[in-house]
Each structure stands twice: as C-alpha cells, then as structure tokens.
C-alpha cells in the first residue's frame, strides 16, 4: 500500500493540475490540436502564436454573457 | 474524455440507488447535523451563536437537495439519457463545441455564474437579522434557483445551445421574446450601475482602496501584452504574475495612502470616481479583448476561486460569533434603514444571487451546454454550481453577521441620516435600538486604516470588513486588519469592474443587433461608429444611474437595489416560464410543478415587491408616495424635507423617484405579460395530442463516448473506465 501511495498521490496532483488548467482555458490550443489531428490528418496545423491571437480575438466579436 | 464506443452497460445505468447500511448511516448522519445546526439557529435565545451552525445547516441541507431532491428531477422529471449524443459530441469543432471533462466544465460554469452579486445582496439583508437571509438563501437555491439553472442548462442542451431569448421566441411565441430581450437590457443597465455603485461608495476618500484597483489595469495591460508578445497561452503563468503584483500593489496601497502627496493624488471624491468609471467602462469596451478583459477576466478567476476556498477555510477555523440576532425589528416594522419594506417579499428581492438568480439562465443556455460532455452531468455543473454559488453568499452573509451591529447599521444607513460625526452616527444608530459609542466607530475606522466607515453603503465595505475580522483572526492578527479590508474590498472592486467591462459590451452587442434591424451597418461588430454610438449609449444609460444614485439624496444603494432584484427576478420569471413550457410541451406535465412552484413564488415576491414600489402610501417604500411628498413640499415652497437640504436636491428626489417608479411599472406589466403569454401556451399544449405540438428538440442520436456522472465516480464507474483503460477516470482525484 505504502509503495502505491506516491505515484497514485502524484497522479492525482497531475490531475488536478490539467483540470486547473482547462478551468483557466489553458488547454485550447490542445484541443485545437487533438480536434485537428482527428478531422483533418495530414493538414499543417496552425502554430501556437497564430491560434491564441485567432482565439482571444473572438472575443471581440462575441462577448459571452457573464453573471453578476 | 474517452473517445471508445460505449460500453453497452454503461448506458444502461439504473436511476435506482443502492442503498447499503454504511450510506444510509452516512445519509442519517448528514440529516442529523443539518437537523440540529437548524435547530441551533431556530431556538437559540439571547445567547450567543457560532456562525458554524449556519455553514453547517448549509453544508447539510445542500447535501440532501442534490442527493435527493436534484437526482429526482435528474432521473423522474428531466429523464437525462446518456446514450444521447450531446451537442459537444456531435458537432465537436475543436472551438465552441468540445466535451469538456465535467470536473472543468464545472469550475468553468462555477466562475460565469458567480460574481459580485451574492456578495451584496445578504449584507443588505442582514439588517433583518441572520436567520431570514439563512433560510432564503438555502431554501431558495434548493427549490428555486439551483433548479432553474439544471434544467435552463438541460433544455438548452437538447436544442444545440439555443439561448434562452431563441427559446422564449420559438417555445412561447414573439412576444415572449421581446419581453425577454428587453428584462436582459433593462437588467444589465440597472445590473451595471449598481455594481458600480457598490464600488463608487467603496472607493470614496479611500486612497489605499483607489491605488491598488487603479494599479489593476496596468497590471492588466501588462499580463495583455504578456500574453500576446511575449508567452502565448501560458494562461497560468501570466496569471500567478498578475496575481503577485496584484498582492504588491494591496501592500503598496497602505503606503500610498500614508504618503503625504500620493495620499492627495489617489484621494478621489464620489463623483470624481462616478466620472472616472463612466469614461473607465466606455475605453474598455472599446478595446481590443486581448488587452484589457482578457487578462482581467484571468485575474478575477484567480482571485473568486481563490478567496472562496480561503474564507471558507478560514470561517472553519475561525469559528466566529453571530452579533445580530435572528430577527430585527425591521423585519416586521419595514422601516429598516438599508433599504425600506417588510421581510415579505423585501428580502426574496434583495437577495437574489445565491438564491434564485434569473441571469444564471443566460449562461445555462449560453456557453455551458454547447461543452457538456454527458446529459447526466447537467445535475453535477447546473445544479452543483449554483450551490456552490449559494455557498458564496451563505460565507458573505456570516461576514456581515459577526461584525457588531452599530458598525452595521452605521456603514448602511444613508449618509444623510447619519450626520458628519462619528457622534451623531453613534446617537442615530443608537436610536434604533443598537447601541454604540462613536469611539468604537473612530476605533474600527482606525483598524483598518480608512478616514471613516460612515454610510459605506452598497455591501462591498461591509464584507470586507466582516471578511477581514475573519482572516485576520487566522492570518496576522489585528495587524493584518487594514490588509485584509483592502484585500477584499480589491477583490470585490476587481469583479466589478470585469463585468462592468463585460457588460457594457454584452449591452453594445444586443443594441447593435437591435438596431441593426433599421439600419444594416449597425450589425457589423466591427465598424466603428456603430461600435462607438452603441458603447457610449449603454455607458450613458448606466452611467445616468450610477450619477443619480451616487448623488441621491436619499441614498442610491436602497433605492435602487430593489430595482435590481426585481429585474433580475423578472428574467428568472422568463426562464421559469421557458422551463414549465418546455416541460409541459416535452410530454412532463405531470412533474411540471417543479417549476411551476419557484415561478409561481417568484411572480409573487415580484409583482406584490413591485405594487409596493408603485402603489404604496409609505413614502419609504412606495417610489409615487416619496414623488408626490416632495413634490408638494417644492410647490409649497419648502426647502427642506426630512434630511434632504435644499430645493435642487428635493428637485432631484423627485426626478429620480420618476424614474424608478416608471421603470417598476415596465418590470411588473413585463412580467404580466409573459406569465399571461406562457398561461396560454400551456393551455394549447395540454389540450393538444401528446406530440403533436412543434419541438425544436433535436433528434436522439447515439452516444458514442462515456464518461462519469458526478464529481467523484461510483465504483462502477472506475470498473468501467478501468476497462476502457483511458483517461476518463478520475481515480486520482477521488482518494
């Protein structure tokens, strides 16, 4: 049981931390990738620095409602 | 998560629970502890009562609502079906539709739905005692408002994301759909100025407060141009910086204020900052996303999660006493001075975030269900966030609670019935019944190193102050007092102004598609005189409130937080009436109640709150009442009535309790007319052949992927994604 601790506590931090980072929306461009790579194979992806200004900037289009 | 083919027996999930002795014993004692925390509240007499009875009977009884209550209309009334594909499977575009982990997607929701609102209602209310704001609170979001949220969330999620003004047109015809559309405007704009009242009254001759929010925009100007040049998508990372500076710059501010000339620069009147807010909330959103809300929207995440787990924490630890007690007189006498009117329906009015809050419905049927990975899930993100959310005002209402009463009363009451001392505050705060010296008045201002606490109306300075008794009783002691005020007062005012900026460019959005229908050009987002015209007018319409409220005479905050309430419980009524047709017209007539009730109580409490406003004799209460006394005080030629001083400033009473009566009038005939427009849509549906109304239902198509129900998966589930052998288990965050 004891050896099993660690790596099962490690995996949860691990876990944890990626639900963190998709709250914040820091997974986008992940799933952009994960999406491109399933529906378009074979075609070059946008790179990073290109799809998070695409991303943010659709925000100026499209607000999103937000709450008091 | 997983993308394999469902496991066959996955989806054939039984609704029904297996009950083992350990769960019941679990279940029997979560009922115990609720029983007695209530019982503790209920009956205790003159003693003093830890505010750990009130987080308990919350804890308790949301437990039992979404394990009973919710998981009924889960399975009976909704009848979720996994084996549906939902939105984000089916049309799965990498962007807006995506299946979001369920555990994100909560937290993401969660952050949406939550912002300044149930930080200010409880405060105001808590001058009728604790126990009536406790009750409403909890009660309301089990039956009412966390409801509301599930099922908006569920029906949008059936129709692809459809908002709740489409549903209102396609469900209940177009006149529900102007109605609605015009209760989210009339909402946003009396929504914004309040907001930015609360922060106006915050601010005000509080150099240490106005430095470090004004310091927020460089920071935010800085993670923007961070993000966007230098690490993009390192979302984290910029906002732990600009968490850091935000830190510095709370520190900073003490330093600041103590500074012989910086303490002058930073030191603004109200109507300095009402303008300063004016033309903030017109250059904000203006600019580009990615340079101002943006990064604001990162840090205001941050810091609402954040300080959420840090009170709740620290309450735990803290223990604190309540110091008003279960009922004031005002309850009865509705002569409260925070804002006029008896518990009945005053109180279901003020306290709308965190209890039934109909702008949740607005993201319910927005973002939220174009994300949901699994219908089951709806129970776990609509209905588990908003008790996370009722959380959040149950923690601001104990803040408000263990503060002493005199310092409560003497931070509401409305400047002009407190006079310019700390001695006639202490005299008229006294004469209501609660006692107080003007040297505890002096002393807490002292603490936390503001020139005065007098008339800090609008809830914000309040929690604050409740907030940093509790913290620093954990963290720093009495030493720490005047940090934490401004920490919280900061974290308030951070908010406020995201959605200030958010707002105003929600409002210019909706305005340009209005307008867009007389003249094309208007619809283009990104032509700018239409952007700018549409801009300046929402920041014209809230900032004319915010003006008058500010430099109300009578006090802004309790004139026009009823206003609020009503507004935002008009467009809960909206989405209500949506639910009950949906449900009566999707062949669940027989479970309809469970909206019907909520609309039912919420069309009550709104129109009696609002035939008060307009009908009422009591000029305190009745907005025509007040019109009519001062009015005939001018035409007499007086020049003061009661604490107004002055022709120009009874002149302005009368204008402003024009506008307010109007605008109650327009809530309440609104509401009318949706009810009445809804009545008869569910006549027709329930004498029409089961099935032969029009739905804009979209088909059942099969689901192909699976994932668990709840925040923490049943053994079963773990089985199942033990055997799919993918990443949709969430072994780890389960131990």
Known sequence: MATDLLPRLRRGLGEAWQIARGIVGERAYEIYLEHHRREHPGEEPMGEREFWRRHTDKGDTDPGARCC | MSAAPADPQATARSPKPRWTPASIAVWAAVAVVGAAAWTMLAISRGEEVSAIWIIFAALASYAIGYRFYARFI??????????????????????????TDRRVLYGHHFAAIAGAGPLVGPVLAAQMGFLPGTIWIILGVIFAGAVQDMVVLFFSMRRNGRSLGQMAREEIGPVGGVAALVAVLAIMVILLAVLAMVVVNALADSPWGSFSLIMTIPIALFMGVYLRYVRPGRVMETSAIGVVLLLAAIAGGGWVAAHPVLGEVFHFSANQLTFGLIVYGFVASVLPVWLLLAPRDYLSTFMKVGVVVLLAVSILIAMPTLQLPQFTDFAFNGQGPVFAGSLFPFVFITIACGALSGFHSLISSGTTPKLIEKESQVRMIGYGSMLTESFVAIMALV???????????AMNMPATALGDTVQSAAAAVSQ??????????????????????????????TFALGAAQIFSSVFGGPAMMAFWYHFAVMFEALFILTTVDAGTRVGRFMLQDTLGNVYKPMRDVSWKPGLWLCSALIVAAWGYFLWAGVNDPLGGINQLFPLFGIANQLLAAVALAVCTTLLIKSGRAKYAWVTIV?????????????????????????????????AEALANGETSLGATEGVDAMRQVVVNTTVDGVLSVLFAVLIIIVLVDAVRVWIKALRAPQGSLPTTEHPHEQSRLWAPSGLIPTREEREIAKRQNTGAGADGAAH
């Open chain 2, 399 to 409: 803040a408000a609670c263990i503060i002493d009463p005199g310092v409560y009363f």
């Open chain 2, 598 to 630: 909520p609309l039912a109580w919420d069309a009550v409490v709104t129109l009696t709150a609002s035939y008060q406003k307009v009908f009422s004799d009591d000029p305190a209460i009745g907005f025509f009442a007040q019109r009519r006394m001062y």
């Open chain 2, 432 to 461: 209501l019944g609660f006692t107080v010296d003007a040297q505890t008045l002096q002393s807490t201002a002292e603490l936390i190193e503001e020139e005065s606490i007098l008339a800090r109306t609008g809830g914000a300075p």
């Open chain 2, 74 to 99: 889960q399975y009976k009334v909704l009848m979720t079906d996994d084996t549906r594909a939902t939105p984000a499977e089916r049309i799965n575009n990498g962007a807006d539709f995506h299946p």
